[in-house]
């Protein structure tokens, strides 16, 4: 089977922009988040469950979820974010296995922005977790989600901590300092997995 490196970390850590860089080198990377997207669409099962509890207030006139609605909802109510996730969370584990396996490089990133959180673990061989000086991932957020200091506080409070995320990290990347030093990290990071997936194969 492929070596699994699970790629995850805070809200506005730079997550995306780390998958990017590993797409660069050839790696092929699964997003849970495209996952969860194409699991929600009109007509699946776990969309007519997501229509079922929350009811048709959440959707758009076209028939798609609306979103936004349903995430101001998660972020107020912990029950209801309890209840998509048990509708989301099962299928977008079967569908990071199934797609994994059938990858062809040395290795394959797992974007999973909720690993720990989701219980993820075991899905993975290795886990990577993308890491940001508080400050400025407030700042970031702020900024990419146009929010208030205390709605952006409200975002970051609703994920693990930055110390629970680290407690589970095998290999840890700075994002605070720049694109230049990201690429460094990521370049040997890449070195290092193609080591890890050869070993594990032989």
């Not at 590993?22 to 997207?37: M, Q």
């Not at 409200?154 to 901590?161: D, E, G, K, M, P």
């Amino acid at each position: 089977m492929v070596f699994r490196v699970g790629l995850t970390g805070g809200i506005a850590s730079g997550k995306s922009t780390v998958s990017s860089l590993f797409e660069t080198l050839g790696v092929e990377v699964i997003d849970a988040d495209i996952i969860a997207r194409q699991l929600s669409q009109p007509g699946t099962n776990e969309y007519q469950s997501i229509v079922q509890h929350f009811g048709t207030d959440y959707l758009l006139a076209d028939g798609q979820l609306n979103r936004r609605a349903l995430r101001t909802l998660l972020f107020s109510d912990a029950k209801a974010k309890q209840t998509l996730e048990h509708i989301l969370h099962p299928a977008i584990r079967q569908q990071l296995v199934y797609q994994a396996a059938k990858t062809k490089g040395h290795y394959c990133i797992l974007s999973v922005p909720l690993l720990i959180e989701a219980n993820m673990q075991s899905c993975v061989d290795r886990i990577l977790v993308v890491d940001v000086d508080p400050d400025i991932q407030l700042a970031r957020l702020q900024q990419r989600d146009q929010l208030s200091v205390e709605q952006a506080n409200r975002h970051l409070v609703a994920q693990s901590s930055r110390a629970q995320r680290l407690q589970y990290a095998d290999d840890i990347i700075d994002n605070s300092n720049g694109m230049e030093k990201l690429k460094f990290q990521v370049t040997q990071l890449h070195a290092l997995y193609c080591q890890l997936a050869e070993t594990a194969q032989n």
